[in-house]
Structure formats: C-alpha cells, structure tokens
T-cell receptor, first 117, second 114 residues
Framework: GAVVSQHPSRVICKSGTSVKIECRSLDFQATTMFWYRQFPKQSLMLMAT?????????EQGVEKDKFLINHASLTLSTLTVTSAHPEDSSFYIC?????????????FGEGSWLTVV | AQSVTQLDSQVPVFEEAPVELRCNYSSSVSVYLFWYVQYPNQGLQLLLKYLSGSTLVKGINGFEAEFNKSQTSFHLRKPSVHISDTAEYFCAVTPYSSASKIIFGSGTRLSIRP
C-alpha cells in the first residue's frame, strides 16, 4: 500500500546549525503534505501545509523563516529547521493524502526525532 | 475553527477488560472524524474513521467508535483489550473543506495491566 517515508528518523545537531527532514510519498503523488510537531507526551500540532509548486501555508505562531518548507515535487517535501535551538527538539511528523478529501487515505510518516544540543 | 477534547489523559485497564476512550469535538462546519494510534517511538496508524452513513464504525484490532452528532462525541471502544494495545490514542477531526488538514486531540495513554 501507499507509504510515506521520513528521513532521517533521528538526528542530533548542534545549537545554531540547520537540519533538514525529508518526507516522501513512495508510491503516490501528493500535491499537499502536512508537517506536524509533537512534544513529549503531548499531541500533534499542525505546523504548516506544504503545497507542491507554491509557498507553504503556516499555522499561527509558527515562524516561517525558522521552519522552511519546500515542496519541490509531487513526492517530496522538506522541512528545514534553521538555526536550531534546544527548544526545537521535538518529534516531527509529516502526512500526505493520495487524493482529495478524507475519503482518500491520509498516510503519516514514521516521524523524525530532532535533538538539538 | 475546530477543536478536539480527549477527557482522559491516561486510562489504565486490566487485560481482557473493556475500555472506552472518550472524545468530544467542536466545529462550526461539518467534519470527518478519526482515531489514530501511536505505539511507543513510532508514527501514527489509522484505527478507524467516520465519513458518513452508519454511526457505528468498526476499525482495526477490534476497535470501534460511535459518532453521536447531538453530543458531538466520537468515543472509542474495545470489548476486551490486550497488552499489545498499550499505546497513545488520538482522536482527530478534519473539516470537509480541507479534508487532509487534521486537528488532533491531546491524546489518551492506554496502559494495560496483566
């Protein structure tokens, strides 16, 4: 079945550096992907909607200059955390749908653990 | 705007006992409803979803949920739980108009005691 893959699954970076997380739809095309953030023992918070070929739409309170999203193709969206700080340490998950509407299945990636030291 | 409330942050139950995880939602527009499960250190897996039709929805792993429009609830139930059901469970909604944009509840941690 359709799969959404994230890479890397775990990454540790130094404070002040940037880190990129990839989200790929492996056997379907996704014009829209979503990025979520999950703090330990908390729920998933939608960060932004990634639109293929156009700018991402960010949720209120999410810094677009800090969390850069690029959706360069129908199967790949990337999230770059720029100038990372320890408070950015979190679990980041992406999702993609194989069509329009909730009647199509929404697939989630396995998630990426980011630790900023 | 939509919001989802999961009233119980933790639910401990004994193995083979029944369980109900509560979920209420608020929305000014029509929504679809979901339950997702997250096993430790893993991503999300869809348990079940309500789109339309019968208000009783059956999902994977023996779970079911009932949509109650008047009470704006979508409680998850299982008649007999197993140790393997230990996980975090998220109730979620998505509006008809943006059906891939999911709003999650705060989650309920289900812990099964032998």
């Amino acid at each position: 079945g359709a799969v959404v893959s994230q890479h890397p699954s775990r990454v540790i970076c130094k404070s002040g550096t940037s880190v990129k997380i990839e989200c790929r739809s492996l056997d379907f095309q996704a014009t829209t992907m979503f990025w979520y953030r999950q703090f330990p023992k908390q729920s998933l918070m939608l960060m932004a909607t990634s639109n293929e070929g156009s700018k991402a739409t960010y949720e209120q309170g999410v810094e677009k200059d800090k969390f850069l999203i690029n959706h360069a193709s129908l199967t790949l969206s990337t999230l770059t955390v720029t100038s990372a700080h320890p408070e950015d340490s979190s679990f980041y998950i992406c999702s993609a749908s194989d069509g329009q509407g909730a009647r199509n299945t929404i697939y989630f990636g396995e998630g990426s653990w980011l630790t900023v030291v | 705007a939509q919001s989802v409330t999961q009233l119980d942050s933790q639910v401990p139950v004994f193995e083979e006992a029944p369980v109900e995880l509560r979920c209420n939602y608020s929305s000014s527009v029509s929504v679809y409803l979901f339950w997702y499960v997250q096993y430790p250190n893993q991503g999300l897996q869809l348990l079940l979803k309500y789109l339309s039709g019968s208000t009783l929805v059956k999902g994977i792993n023996g779970f079911e949920a009932e949509f109650n429009k008047s009470q704006t609830s979508f409680h998850l139930r299982k008649p007999s739980v197993h140790i393997s059901d230990t996980a975090e469970y998220f109730c979620a909604v998505t509006p008809y108009s943006s059906a891939s944009k999911i709003i999650f509840g705060s989650g309920t941690r289900l812990s099964i005691r032998p």
